[in-house]
């Protein structure tokens, strides 16, 4: 049990266009999902917390119009990264709290954006 | 959340323990230390969590110290799928936020 997954795993895009990356809660309700970002040789950075129906909270520093985030029901999340850029280029990784037990945070593999 | 201190590497031979040490002498007493570790290029799989006894499940052993300062991470029989950066992270009982990852300890199993 407790298996989050990502879409995709990796995408390449040219600079300007915006891309969407979903978070899924595959056997379990996910009362609150994270989104992260990780640079190379770097840890993880938490970007937003997305509670489902309300709008997600966002770190310092992490524009909340670059980064769009959705969490419309109990199992997904999507983070759309508008106008992208080169330097929003990194592995993006969600995770996921069930309804009970929330202090546990199940991660999704990643999904790998390049910006040409 | 308090802070945690790991090693910035170690090395174990494959077939043999691997002791993971974490230092958390802020920890207050509401707080959870949890394992997260993260293969290559893959999201962090979480291992192992706990407030002040030790625990076990299929994966490892939680070893926390009486006064709670300080923990351990096992890995009874390490394999070459281990190699993997480890994290230790303190938690609040009850917390609901996003995790706050440090550097975390580069375990490489060597064959």
């Known amino acids: 049990g407790a298996v989050v997954s990502q879409h995709p795993s990796w995408v390449i895009c040219k600079s300007g266009t915006s891309v969407k990356i979903e978070c899924r809660s595959l056997?379990?309700?996910?009362?609150?999902m994270f989104w992260y970002r990780q640079f190379p040789k770097q840890s993880l950075m938490l970007m937003a917390t997305?509670?489902?129906?309300?709008?997600?909270?966002?770190e310092q520093g992490v524009e909340k119009d670059k980064f769009l985030i959705n969490h419309a029901s109990l199992t997904l999340s999507t983070l759309t990264v508008t106008s992208a850029h080169p330097e929003d280029s990194s592995f993006y990784i969600c995770?996921?709290?069930?309804?009970?037990?929330?202090?546990?945070?199940?991660f999704g593999p990643g999904t790998r954006l390049l910006v040409l | 959340d308090a802070k945690t201190t790991q090693p910035t590497s170690m090395d174990c031979a494959e077939g043999r323990a691997a002791n993971l040490p974490c230092n958390h002498s802020?920890?207050?007493?509401?707080?959870?230390v949890y394992w997260y570790r993260q293969i290559h290029s893959q999201g962090p799989q979480y291992i192992i969590h706990?407030?002040?006894n030790n625990e076990t499940n299929e994966m490892a052993s939680l070893i926390i110290t009486e006064d709670r300062k300080s923990s351990t991470l096992i890995l009874p029989h390490a394999t070459l799928r281990d190699t993997a950066v480890y994290y230790c992270?303190?938690?609040?009982?009850?917390?609901?936020?996003?995790?706050?990852f440090g550097k975390g300890t580069h375990l490489i199993i060597q064959p």
């Open positions: 995770s996921a709290t069930r309804l009970a037990g929330k202090e546990t945070q199940y």
């Open positions: 997305s509670n489902e129906g309300s709008k997600a909270t966002y």
């Open positions: 992270i303190v938690r609040q009982r009850g917390g609901a936020d996003g995790l706050t």
């Open positions: 802020t920890i207050s007493g509401n707080e959870y």
């Open positions: 706990g407030l002040k």
């Open positions: 056997d379990f309700q996910a009362t609150t």
